[in-house]
């Protein structure tokens, strides 16, 4: 019974909208896969048939519903010089072997690294992807004349008008049809979805890569694949994240590094290219209701059945539609609270957003932002942490014994505060270093606290360390050298 209410609440919840909002994706793929194709230096039909492929198995295997897989361009500027190379059969050797890697990736749990992508850095990579979005669409306005900029005006205003008569049906399908039929009627010239490149007429075929199955092969085709896996993976995870938070729903995370990887390595035997999730065409799906596996899966098949049965209609669409479509995904791709969250937020936190903004659009590379932005986040949240330590000293009535309480965690930004609070000079005999606030975290820290024993001792003092934690205690236990010749008491 339990199975049966799953299965309906990832399928069959809404499905008029479901297959809406997957017909409109399934649109506006096609101009996406024609260009990352290009990019990638492929045919056109290497794109559409991954897109297909990719967005039919993560719908039944990944781990994140109302998502929409397919090829990318963070996947597709990272093939260019394999096939350059070596031609494109070790193109799809290298998606097959991608997608191993990523099902290895996710069996070994890898999704969970998500816990350490900051709220900044997410901020930062949505409206840096928003940006590449709307910037993508600049070139379609080069050369064009007043026609193209008047009909994505007049496609912007059904988008956001015409939900005021209804919300049944997702206005920006609306838009793609009225427009299409508009410029059909009235004989305006745009460029069409045909002019992007040729749509395939034939369904794709399962056939092995025609590669040597050798070391040598390997060797060539792994360094692409891991790149492709890790890219991947990291835009799939970032944008399943992002959907979490529109849909107020969780996700596997390991499940989907599997759906990908299960995905791509299917891809690469239908003549199809790498590639991952797609925070563009999973914002259409979601905004134009979709939120069950349902609308992924028709996507996929709608896609299909469009560049392979109606590729002659297809072919007709205006640009101007489609780009109407990706600059409201912009627009509301974007987190314009952002702005505002500048004078609230640590600067911090605004550094590390921007930076993950500015490196993302100068280098068109989502991972070395993100990369960046994690690498800002930890080295703030070390130094933050290392604030949060103090070394107090208390000498006896007597004179003839000092006591050290430290405070805080300990560990490889701190260790050095440590060492630099001890006085090792004019010392009474017995010095107490009490442990009982602190926290050691790393080897590090059990370094520092090595070093004060030892440069202590040089000076004859008896030094007694008390007050350890067990962790600490255990730690010092295994990785300490200081134990001979003193007293370490765990309490």
């Known amino acids: ?238 944008t399943a994240q992002i959907v979490d938070d529109m849909t107020d729903t969780p996700s596997n995370k390991s499940r989907e590094c599997v759906g990908q990887g299960a995905a791509n390595f299917i891809t690469g035997f239908l003549g199809g290219m790498g590639g991952c999730a797609m925070i563009g065409q999973s914002v259409i799906n979601v905004t134009a209701g979709g939120r069950t596996r349902l609308s992924t899966l028709f996507a996929g098949c709608f896609l299909l059945f469009l560049i392979v049965v109606a590729g002659d209609w297809v072919s007709r669409i205006p640009m101007a539609a489609l780009v109407a479509v990706m600059i409201m995904v912009s627009i509301s791709t974007f987190h314009w609270s952002s702005f505002k969250n500048i004078r609230s937020h640590p600067w911090q936190s605004n550094l590390v957003m921007l930076a993950t903004v500015i490196v993302v659009v100068a280098t068109r590379d989502l991972s070395k932002g993100v990369l960046i932005g994690v690498l800002l986040s930890g080295i703030f949240f070390a130094g933050k942490v290392a604030k949060m330590f103090g070394v107090r000293l208390e000498r006896s009535v007597e004179g003839e014994a000092l006591t050290y309480y430290v405070t805080g965690q300990v560990f490889f930004a701190s260790s050095n505060s440590l060492v630099d609070a001890i006085d090792y000079q004019d010392v009474p005999a017995n010095v107490r270093i009490d442990l009982s606030g602190a926290h050691f975290w790393d080897v590090t820290a059990i370094g520092a606290l090595d070093t004060i024993v030892h440069k202590l001792r040089r000076h004859g003092e008896v030094v007694e360390v008390v007050g350890l934690n067990e962790a600490s205690a255990s730690m010092v236990e295994r990785f300490g050298t200081h134990h001979p010749g003193t007293r370490d008491v765990a309490q």
């Open 1 to 238: 019974m339990r199975n049966i209410r799953n299965f309906r609440h990832d399928w069959l919840t809404n499905v008029p909208t479901e297959l809406l909002s997957g017909a409109l994706v399934a649109l506006a793929l096609i101009p996406e896969a024609i260009g990352f194709s290009i990019v990638a230096g492929v045919d056109p039909k290497i794109g559409l048939y991954a897109s297909f492929s990719i967005a039919a198995v993560t719908a039944i295997l990944g781990g994140r519903r109302a998502m929409i897989s397919a090829a990318t361009a963070s996947t597709a500027v990272l093939m260019g010089p394999l096939v350059r190379e070596h031609g494109i059969q070790y193109l799809f050797a290298a998606t097959v072997l991608m997608g191993v890697l990523q099902v290895i990736a996710g069996v070994a749990k890898l999704g969970l690294v998500m816990k350490f992508v900051s709220r900044s850095v997410m901020t930062g990579f949505v409206n840096a992807l928003a940006i590449l979005i709307f910037m993508a669409q600049l070139p379609q306005f080069v050369g064009a004349g007043w026609n193209m900029y008047a009909m994505v005006a007049a496609g912007l205003a059904v988008i956001y008008l015409f939900p005021l008569l209804t919300k049944r049906v997702p206005s920006a399908l609306v838009s793609i049809v009225l427009l299409t039929a508009f410029t059909l009627m009235a004989g305006i010239r745009l460029r069409t979805v045909g002019d992007m490149g040729h749509l395939p007429s034939s369904l794709p075929v399962f056939a092995l890569p025609q590669v040597p199955f050798t070391w040598e092969t390997l060797q060539i085709i792994f360094p692409y694949s891991l790149a492709l896996a890790a890219v991947g993976l990291l835009e799939s995870l970032l």
